[in-house]
């Protein structure tokens, strides 16, 4: 049976929900995509999935990169090649997030640290788990700490993290 009974005005209506949860629009994620034909430096995010943080090194200049790229920012050539990074580093400079958060963080997360942390090879910036910022110093060693991202995509995605080497406790 069809239901196009238009009987002026007292049609029966299809009755539609509003979601139970609305969803954090993609365009506000602001987690890069992380497969292969979402962006050129998927092998970065693989290979971090694998547990491991690399970044790219050119094969014609020996410049290492961070973050990766497709094309070296130094002579231009195209030739790169993914390297392993060291898991440990020290904190070469740090602050603290107060408020201000961008959508899909919630006001729990707050405060929490950010710092740069240097690697050796590279300086990188990154959030600072496990410790707040009056327990920290300039020159403390970190380590590197891989955390899978929730939402919105179903893509399993991850990104990575410190935490101090000594403030194994909590
Ligand atoms: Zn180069």
């Given amino acids: 049976m069809t239901d196009s009974d ?19 629009p993609r365009l506000l994620d602001f987690y890069e995509l992380q497969t292969e034909d979402q962006t050129r430096i998927h092998e970065f995010y693989d290979n971090l999935r694998d547990g491991q943080l690399t970044t790219t090194q050119c094969r014609d200049c020996e410049e290492i990169h961070f973050p990766p790229r497709i094309v070296c920012p130094e002579c231009t050539s195209d030739d790169l090649e993914y390297v392993d990074l060291p898991h440990e580093g020290e904190l070469y400079t740090f602050s603290e997030v107060r408020g201000g958060l961008p959508m899909g963080l919630s006001e729990h ?26 327990d920290l110093e300039i020159g403390d060693p970190v380590s590197l700490k891989i955390v899978e991202i929730d939402g919105p995509t179903d893509e399993e995605r991850v990104f990575y993290r ?9």
Wanted: aromatic content about 6%; proline content about 7%.
């Fill in 162 to 170: 410190f935490e101090p080497q000594n403030g194994d406790s909590r």
């Fill in 6 to 24: 238009t009987n002026g005005g007292d049609t029966e209506r299809e009755r539609v929900s509003v979601p139970d949860e609305v969803e954090l």
């Fill in 109 to 134: 997360d707050v405060p929490y640290v950010v710092g740069v942390v240097d690697l050796g090879p590279v300086r990188l910036s990154g959030r600072v788990d496990d410790a707040a910022y009056s």
